[in-house]
């Protein structure tokens, strides 16, 4: 069946840094773009990162931009969230997206990222 495991959260004191990862199975992976999603205690799920099938194209959010990066590796169907420079405020639980076309979209269970001092 179709799976997206996110993994790598954890607690980090601000200016740390983590790697996420989300392992796909059950589909296949390099045909669907991918998006790291995050949500606050409180707030609605916000989008982070988005990357194409290829990889050859990225974006972000504003308030990530020059602190995350997003990555992807078809050949062993795995998506990555590099989170550097941290602050409190990126303290959510953090889902992977994949998406083929609406309808056709699955997410993950989440991992916690909590940054805290």
């Known amino acids: 069946q179709v799976q997206l495991v996110e993994s790598g959260g954890g607690l980090v004191q601000p200016g740390g840094s983590l790697k996420l990862s989300c392992a796909a199975s059950g589909f296949t992976f390099s045909n669907y773009v991918m998006s790291w999603y995050r949500q606050a205690p409180g707030k609605e799920r916000e989008f982070v990162a988005f990357?194409?099938?290829?990889?050859?194209?990225?974006n972000y959010v504003d308030s990530v931009k020059g602190r995350f990066t997003i990555s992807r590796d078809n050949a062993k169907n795995t998506v990555y969230l590099q989170m550097n420079s941290l602050k409190p405020e990126d303290t959510a639980v953090y889902y992977c997206k994949a998406t083929r076309a609406p309808g056709y979209v699955h997410w993950g269970q989440g991992t916690q990222v909590t940054v805290t001092s």
């Open positions: 990357i194409s099938k290829t990889g050859s194209t990225t």
